[in-house]
């Protein structure tokens, strides 16, 4: 489905929050949110669990715990997902259209995936066992003045910069940049992807043109993350959601597949997940 406002506009507006007003979310827009989570879907076909919290909402009572990252927020979102093949992408592409949601009403929000207390959350967002739990996000009101906190994190994680097209983007192979020019129509969705969140901000995804395809590959990470989750497939999600929401604006014909062989010789630093196949 078409979005009813302005993707490259949402895109280029969204940003992490970190600091809110200390107030809850009033019932219109938790009700406007709620509704469009029970709408949302993703390509992949697969369900993926929404769980709107507050910040008492753990088992015993206390706060729901970020570790003094995110200050002044009241409501947050967690998404959950079954083990199972494309479960992490399918996540991340339909909890970053939430966020996009979410931008377009005036909302912040911040994707975190390791600053959380993750026992906390689970337990209020009553996990079953074997559910894939990667992130939550804070959903509220802005507060008009940032802490130093936020500009350091966006200074850690480099928030304002964004890899060149010839790093990320290839034609028929590896070696060769695909360039503006060369992707077409596709010049945008592929803009909107770049442009994408990831965990500190490593945009993880390597896209492949071949004849009637772009095949997306992860990035395999040559560190050992303290999470058992690859939450790098999770930002190719997300990455997956801006192109494919931007091709859909464009009515750029086309489909998300996994393909058995894509016929691209890779190295062993990149992981072959799905393919946008154009009819």
Not at 92 to 115: A, D, H
Not at 224 to 240: C, F, H, N, P, Y
Not at 259 to 274: K, S
């Amino acid at each position: 489905m078409k979005m009813d406002f302005s993707i490259e506009e949402t895109v280029k507006a969204r940003q992490s929050v970190r600091t809110y007003q200390n107030c809850p979310l009033t019932a219109e827009d938790q009700d406007k949110i709620s509704t469009y989570i029970a709408g949302l879907t993703n390509p992949f076909s697969i369900d993926v669990n929404f769980h709107l919290l507050e910040n008492t909402s753990s088992a015993n009572g206390e706060k729901l715990g970020t570790y003094g990252v995110i200050k002044g927020a009241t409501n947050y979102v967690g998404a959950s997902v079954a083990l199972g093949e494309l479960g992490l992408e399918a996540l991340g592409y339909s909890f970053e259209q939430l966020v996009l949601y979410c931008t377009s009403l005036g909302l912040g929000t911040c994707w975190l995936g390791g600053t959380f207390d993750r026992s906390g959350f689970s337990a209020a967002m009553k996990l079953k066992t074997g559910d894939l739990f990667p992130v939550i996000s804070p959903i509220g009101y802005p507060a008009g003045k940032k802490r130093m906190l936020d500009f350091v994190a966006r200074w850690v994680a480099k928030s304002d910069h964004r890899r060149e097209w010839n790093e990320i983007f290839y034609a028929d192979d590896f070696a060769h940049p695909l360039t503006p020019t060369a992707a077409g129509d596709y010049a945008f969705p592929l803009e909107m992807l770049r442009l994408a969140p990831s965990a500190v901000n490593k945009q993880p995804w390597r896209i492949v043109k071949d004849q009637n395809a772009y095949h997306f590959y992860e990035v395999r990470s040559t560190k050992e993350s303290k999470l058992e989750i690859d939450i790098q497939r999770t930002d190719v999600g997300i990455g997956a959601c801006h192109f494919h929401l931007a091709a859909m604006e464009r009515d750029l014909p086309g489909k998300f597949e996994k393909l058995e062989d894509t016929g691209i010789q890779a190295t062993d630093q990149v992981n072959y997940l799905f393919s946008w196949v154009m009819n």
